[in-house]
């Protein structure tokens, strides 16, 4: 996908998270858009709590389209989950995302890192830190 087009729907999945600032209870607003050869098949924002995550949202709207596309994810996708359900990290490799596109890193010391190392060891190709000036302060203090 072109740099252009990256940009925008990582705006978008930024734009998810901040509609949700507030309303996510202790985890993160995130928000995450699938795309494949460039089309939205998929997008959604941490719910309403906390759970369920984005990423796991999107995956279901995306359902087998998921395959082969692109997960912009405005916060690194976990990669271990409290509750003891598959990290969305597995989740996305598991549908069988090709490339995942993440704006921050995790600022939590215990877990971050953890899904963008599960998902390279899945094979699934990772690229971090797009447009993270601009999704920076969804994440400050966590």
Same mark, same amino acid.
């Given at each position: 996908?072109?740099?252009?087009?990256?940009?925008?729907?990582?705006?978008?999945?930024?734009?998810?998270?901040?509609?949700?600032?507030?309303?996510?209870?202790?985890?993160?607003?995130? =928000?995450?858009?699938?795309?494949?050869?460039?089309?939205v098949?998929g997008e959604?924002? /941490?719910a309403?709590? =906390?759970?369920? $995550?984005?990423?796991?949202?999107?995956?279901?709207?995306?359902?087998?389209?998921?395959?082969?596309? /692109?997960? @912009? #994810?405005?916060l690194?996708?976990?990669?271990?989950? /409290?509750?003891?359900a598959?990290?969305?990290? /597995?989740?996305?490799a598991?549908?069988?995302?090709?490339r995942?596109? @993440?704006?921050?890193?995790?600022?939590?010391?215990?877990? =971050?890192?953890?899904?963008p190392?599960?998902?390279?060891?899945?094979? #699934? $190709?990772?690229e971090?830190?797009?447009?993270? =000036?601009?999704?920076?302060?969804l @994440?400050?203090?966590?």
């Amino acid at each position: 996908m072109s740099r252009t087009l990256d940009e925008t729907l990582m705006r978008k999945a930024i734009a998810l998270a901040r509609d949700r600032l507030g309303a996510t209870g202790a985890n993160p607003a995130v =928000g995450c858009v699938i795309a494949a050869a460039g089309r939205v098949v998929g997008e959604a924002a /941490t719910a309403t709590g =906390g759970r369920p $995550h984005a990423e796991e949202q999107a995956l279901l709207l995306a359902g087998a389209r998921a395959r082969g596309a /692109t997960a @912009y #994810v405005s916060l690194e996708p976990c990669g271990e989950r /409290t509750s003891g359900a598959p990290s969305c990290a /597995t989740r996305l490799a598991a549908a069988g995302i090709a490339r995942v596109v @993440y704006a921050c890193a995790n600022p939590d010391r215990r877990s =971050g890192g953890r899904g963008p190392a599960a998902l390279a060891a899945a094979g #699934v $190709h990772v690229e971090k830190g797009l447009l993270a =000036g601009e999704a920076a302060d969804l @994440y400050q203090g966590g």
